[in-house]
């Protein structure tokens, strides 16, 4: 039981309602009241929280990670994707262990919690060392298993390791296990229907990269002779809760077939910078009912696991491609890194009201960079940064405060990345 006394509350409601000096009262891992100050019930808390004014909201749902790469970061910088992975990033992973690979998930939910992320969508391999790092950290996570078809047999027996996961993690804790088939590039037609096949039988989702780069997206045209999305939809993948990392590269046709499925896109446009992969039509894809969220990829083709620079890149590569200043607003782009994410994967979060997850993220808003205060949803989002989150609560539990980690030593996970890292340089 914690009570939030003095707060300003950016409730990120429909209304899109701020309330000054605002009491939060949590039980229970839910939000029992949340309004203004002067009109909260009686509450007995075991623990007051004054925050002076300071920042709260709803913590940010990262809708695309790959929280093991936290350890290549820095590691191969410059290269298109394709370059970057074959001769660097794949065999790179070649030498990742169980260890290394949870050591390094351990650093990414530390650098996740301490930027307000409540909830991460993950896709990679070595997910027994990704769930015990989430578990241990407390924050949500949707786990994936990559499945690729490389060679005959591979695909099928990596399939069902995601069916066992899917046993093991599923609705336990704060995680839940969708299917993931690689990419189009990387997983052939049959293992696709497979996959889709193996997620109607669980009744579970499917988290993939579609259209990263035009390369793929015209390979695909040329000899498939359709559209990753429509041959997505072909194979029964859209009939599924559907996941689509990047939709960089997407036609008119793909977004309509997207809306009509109910897909998810999940935009990184950093990475897709980085990379120089291009810049996702977000602002038409919206206009034409798509769900749009937001996420970070991995540490290596980022470089940070930051949802407020997201917010940023996102917004503004759509004011400047559509020379619209008014595509993209502040309190739209909010949703777009927090709601519309915990929507997607039922979290019940996203919004501070009664009976929602205690999700919350508080933002020191004592720095210059807070002043004046006309708008705090413009504060937030145009100019808050990771540096300013000063506490961050999932389901009631507060996993980081004041540079401090409920469940991690810093400065040991530091030190295990360092060491791991020092194997990494003999490739
Ligand atoms: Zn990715």
């Known amino acids: 039981m914690v009570e939030i006394r003095h707060a300003t509350l950016i409730t990120n409601?429909?209304?899109?309602?701020?309330?000054?000096?605002?009491?939060?009262?949590?039980?229970?891992?839910?939000?029992?009241?949340?309004?203004?100050?002067?009109?909260?019930p009686e509450f007995a808390p075991e623990r007051v929280i004054d925050a002076h004014g300071n920042i709260i909201m709803p913590g940010f749902v990262n809708m695309h990670t790959h929280v093991p790469m936290n350890l290549f970061r820095s590691y191969a910088d410059d290269l298109d994707l394709m370059t970057w992975l074959n001769t660097r990033i794949f065999p790179a992973e070649d030498k990742l262990t169980?260890?290394?690979?949870?050591?390094?998930?351990?650093?990414?939910?530390?650098?996740?919690?301490a930027a307000g992320v409540i909830a991460f969508n993950e896709m990679y391999f070595?997910?027994?060392?990704?769930?015990?790092?989430?578990q241990q950290s407390g924050l949500r996570g949707v786990l994936s298993r990559a499945v690729v078809t490389p060679a005959p047999g591979v695909g099928e027996r990596m399939l069902e390791e995601s069916k066992e996961l899917f046993e093991k993690y599923n609705g336990k804790g704060r995680l839940k296990v969708f299917l993931s088939p690689h990419a189009q590039y990387t997983v052939n037609n049959g293992m696709l229907e497979q996959i889709a096949e193996a997620a109607k039988t669980l009744g579970t989702g499917v988290h993939m990269h579609v259209s990263e780069t035009r390369g793929e997206h015209e390979t695909c045209l040329k000899e498939q002779g359709m559209t990753p999305i429509e041959l997505c939809q072909k194979v029964g993948l859209l009939d599924v809760p559907f996941y689509a990392a990047h939709c960089v590269w997407i036609g008119e046709h793909d977004m309509e077939l997207m809306a009509e499925y109910n897909a998810t896109v999940l935009?990184?446009?950093?990475?897709?910078?980085?990379?120089?992969?291009?810049?996702?039509?977000?602002?038409?894809?919206?206009?034409?009912?798509?769900?749009?969220?937001?996420?970070?990829?991995?540490?290596?083709?980022?470089?940070?696991?930051?949802?407020?620079?997201?917010?940023?890149y996102a917004s503004f590569l759509q004011k400047g491609t559509t020379y619209d200043p008014k595509t993209m607003p502040a309190a739209q782009t909010l949703k777009l890194?927090?709601?519309?994410?915990?929507?997607?994967?039922?979290?019940?979060?996203?919004?501070?009201?009664a009976g929602k997850n205690a999700d919350l993220v508080m933002v020191n808003t004592n720095g210059v960079r807070y002043t004046p205060d006309y708008d705090e949803i413009s504060l937030a989002v145009y100019a808050g940064s990771d540096a300013?989150?000063?506490?961050?609560?999932?389901?009631?539990?507060?996993?980081?405060?004041?540079?401090?980690?409920?469940?991690?030593d810093l400065d040991e996970v530091k030190m295990k990345l360092a060491e791991y890292a020092e194997s990494m340089k003999k490739i």
Do not use: H
């Open 13 to 40: 409601n429909d209304r899109d309602e701020v309330i000054r000096d605002a009491t939060i009262q949590v039980k229970d891992g839910k939000i029992a009241y949340a309004g203004q100050g002067k009109a909260a």
């Open 267 to 312: 935009s990184c446009p950093k990475s897709n910078l980085k990379l120089a992969s291009g810049i996702a039509p977000l602002t038409e894809m919206m206009q034409k009912g798509v769900r749009v969220t937001l996420g970070t990829d991995g540490a290596a083709s980022n470089n940070k696991l930051s949802m407020w620079e997201e917010m940023t």
């Open 126 to 134: 070595f997910v027994d060392s990704i769930a015990r790092a989430a």
């Open 388 to 408: 300013d989150v000063c506490m961050t609560m999932v389901g009631g539990d507060i996993i980081y405060e004041d540079g401090k980690f409920a469940f991690a």
């Open 337 to 353: 890194a927090t709601r519309y994410g915990a929507e997607a994967l039922g979290l019940n979060s996203g919004v501070v009201e």
């Open 98 to 113: 169980e260890e290394s690979a949870y050591w390094a998930s351990m650093a990414a939910m530390c650098e996740l919690s």
